[in-house]
């Protein structure tokens, strides 16, 4: 019951993310990606939907989780470092 809710969560935080950027149409990831701000300084990336089946994304995900709650205001972030989190991008591209 308790991966339900947290699966429901994530949907409903990733439409929430989704929407933010809808405004200025330069800012609408693609289709099939959406984007996550990484570390403090928030810089802005955006991941193919495709990663949300990864491992590695999926602890990044649980770390937003446990740091900033399922109620992200200004769009799903990432706690790690920029240079990490490029570093875990290239691997999972590379998987």
Known sequence: M??????KSLKQMLKRCSSLGKKSSEHVPKKGHFAVYVGHSRDRHVVPITFLNHPTFKMMLQAAEEEFGFRQERGLTIPCDQNIFLSLLDSITSY
């Open 2 to 7: 308790e991966i339900k809710q947290a699966s």
